[in-house]
T-cell receptor, first 114, second 114 residues
């Protein structure tokens, strides 16, 4: 069966510090991968999605970036965190092909920027 | 582009009462429709989905949803709510043309009173 992992689970970082959040998927190949952010009391904001290695699209311009160094690994980064980057970050995957648009979410990372 | 509206930000019900969470979408054709649930501090879990066929779909945890094309709605229902159902519920839509980018509603927070 497929599983998706995210780490760390929680993170407290000072403003201006770098960020690296990691997401890995097991049990499937060539997944579509997604990064979402969920601010307090708000819905899901799609940040990045990837349909393959080195194929990453950004949905919202900001100081975050994403990379996919391996097929099942998706990394969210920042060189300098802002207070507004605080939130709950969710990674998700979906399978390729028609009728397989269900997304499967990881447990999330709670990021607090102070 | 598609859009999703969840008109209720919060819903409060008593344990054992019936539940209906509303979801309306905007899309030119029949989309793929989903309901997800999120417990506090966790990722999203798929409750049920509609792709085609029978407009009444059954999901996990005793939930069901009915697709009504004439009303552009996909409301989630449960005949008897349990205290463990307290969570955030998200409706999502994916265009049926092979897109892999879902649009999520802003979520409905369900509060269950004993």
């Amino acid at each position: 069966s497929q599983t998706i992992h995210q780490w760390p689970a929680t993170l407290v970082q000072p403003v201006g510090s770098p960020l690296s959040l990691e997401c890995t998927v097991e049990g499937t190949s060539n997944p579509n991968l997604y990064w979402y952010r969920q601010a307090a009391g708000r819905g899901l904001q799609l940040l990045f999605y990837s349909i393959g290695i080195d194929q990453i699209s950004s949905e919202v311009p900001q100081n975050l970036s994403a990379s996919r160094p391996q097929d099942r690994q998706f990394i969210l980064s920042s060189k300098k965190l802002l207070l507004s980057d605080s939130g709950f970050y969710l990674c998700a995957w979906s399978a390729r092909g028609r009728g397989t648009d269900t997304q499967y979410f990881g447990p999330g990372t709670r990021l607090t920027v102070l | 582009a598609q859009s999703v509206t969840q008109p209720d930000i919060h819903i409060t019900v008593s344990e054992g009462a019936s539940l209906e969470l509303r979801c309306n979408y905007s899309y030119g054709a029949t989309p793929y429709l989903f309901w997800y649930v999120q417990s506090p501090g966790q990722g999203l879990q798929l409750l049920l989905k509609y792709f085609s066929g029978d407009t009444l779909v059954q999901g996990i945890k005793g939930f069901e949803a009915e697709f009504k094309r004439s009303q552009s709605s996909f409301n989630l229902r449960k005949p008897s709510v349990h205290w463990s159902d307290a969570a955030e519920y998200f409706c999502a839509v994916v265009a049926s043309g092979g897109s892999y980018i879902p649009t999520f509603g802003r979520g409905t927070s369900l509060i269950v009173h004993p």
